[in-house]
């Protein structure tokens, strides 16, 4: 993945996981710290530089890490558009792609679903490619619209969204890959939100289709995800890694 970086949003409170001194991305999962599971996969796709962007309880998140990452610290957390925004500088200026995902929520994705994103991208010239993913139980989750020829021409969150929409199981667990150049134009652009006065960086999505880039949203299936913003989150996501573990120990043992 030549030329192709990553930015990790770690900044968050964690006010549900009622986190004091340390970020719940450093909470264990499994062998390790929730973000380590991503970062040991960006770094084995050979993904570099990886930014992670810090805020509540940083040095909990940076003590981590040796020099293999950048920091970048978002001091105001002003949604995760604005985060986006503080690691895109730290980036250098000859990254062409950068992967941008969540520390929360990224430790089951595997080598060959960013890869499969990386070259969809790359193949259909892409300004925007994210998964999508589909879930027994979308509550509270943006629902991925697509038209006729199974183009993506939105996203609802569930409180836009009409009760028909409301029924579809594919949602976006915000894996994105966008092209350097589309964030340098977009990013700050972001609408601020009238309800939080924050900046998504699920926004970008109508900014693309709006001004007639190339969005495409790559169709994971039934894969194993799970966000973690509660302590029962991070049991059932404890349960999920255990159970991947068991599968795979035991698949080792047929070889």
Avoid at 3 to 31: H, P, Q, Y
Avoid at 120 to 129: G, Q, S
Avoid at 176 to 187: A, M, P, Q, V, W
Avoid at 213 to 234: A, C, H, Q, S, Y
Wanted: glycine fraction near 6%; include cysteine.
């Amino acid at each position: 993945m030549n030329k192709t970086g990553a930015i990790i949003l770690a900044a968050g409170r964690g006010s549900r996981m009622k986190a004091k001194e340390f970020n719940k991305v450093t909470f264990m999962l499994g062998d390790k710290p929730m973000i380590m599971h991503i970062v040991h996969l960006l770094e084995n796709l050979k993904i570099k530089p990886i930014v992670v962007v810090i805020g509540f309880a940083k040095a909990s998140v940076k003590s981590l890490f040796d020099k293999n990452v950048l920091f970048a610290e978002q001091k105001k957390r002003l949604g995760t558009a604005h985060a986006a925004l503080q690691g895109l500088k730290v980036i250098s200026k000859d990254v062409r792609d950068i992967f941008i995902l969540n520390g929360d929520d990224s430790a089951f994705y595997t080598k060959e679903i960013l890869s499969k994103l990386w070259k969809e991208h790359k193949k259909n010239n892409n300004a925007i490619t994210f998964l999508t993913i589909k879930v027994k139980t979308p509550f509270g989750l943006g629902r991925i619209i697509r038209n006729k020829k199974g183009e993506v021409i939105a996203i609802f969150e569930e409180k836009d969204a009409s009760p028909k929409q409301r029924k579809i199981k594919e949602i976006n667990p915000a894996c994105y890959l966008f092209t350097r150049d589309f964030l340098n134009k977009y990013l700050s652009k972001t609408p601020k939100s009238r309800v939080t006065n924050e900046y998504y960086l699920v926004s970008l999505i109508a900014l693309a289709i709006n001004n007639n880039e190339k969005v495409e949203g790559i169709k994971g299936g039934n894969i194993v995800w799970r966000g973690v913003n509660t302590g029962d989150e991070l049991k059932e996501a404890e349960k999920l890694y255990s159970k991947i573990k068991r599968n795979f120990t035991s698949s080792r043992k047929f070889e």
